[in-house]
């Protein structure tokens, strides 16, 4: 079992930056890739970033450019950090790590809303 424990959401004003983390419980973390979902009110989850574990990235189309993924497997830890927060980024945010197809691991979810 592998917990993941978000942080960092929180009301920000459009244009604005936020960075939120994702925690592993354990190391196994470091080998698989892993991503940062939304999914706002009314709409389905999306993929917003992902990394895998050499560090190569992917970003919907809707955030290139202004957000950016990273790791630090050392500390078993996934960021995304956010700027030029829009208010169409407004959703709660999931860390997620597939092991394999049918197993996979959520994050809590943190609520971020980009509001003035």
């Known amino acids: 079992q592998v917990q993941l424990v978000e942080s960092g959401g929180g009301l920000v004003q459009p244009g604005g930056s936020l960075s939120l983390s994702c925690a592993a419980s354990?190391?196994?973390?470091?080998?698989?890739?892993m991503g940062w979902y939304r999914r706002a009110p009314g709409k389905q989850r999306e993929l917003v970033a992902a990394i895998t574990s050499g560090g190569s990235t992917n970003y919907a189309d809707s955030v290139k450019g202004r957000f950016t993924i990273s790791r630090d497997n050392v500390k078993n830890t996934v960021y995304l950090r956010m700027n030029s927060l829009k208010p169409e980024d407004t959703a709660v945010y999931y860390c997620?790590?597939?092991?394999?197809?049918?197993?996979?691991?959520w994050g809590q979810g943190t609520q971020v809303t980009v509001s003035s």
């Open positions: 997620n790590l597939p092991i394999t197809s049918d197993l996979e691991f």
């Open positions: 354990r190391g196994l973390s470091r080998i698989y890739t």
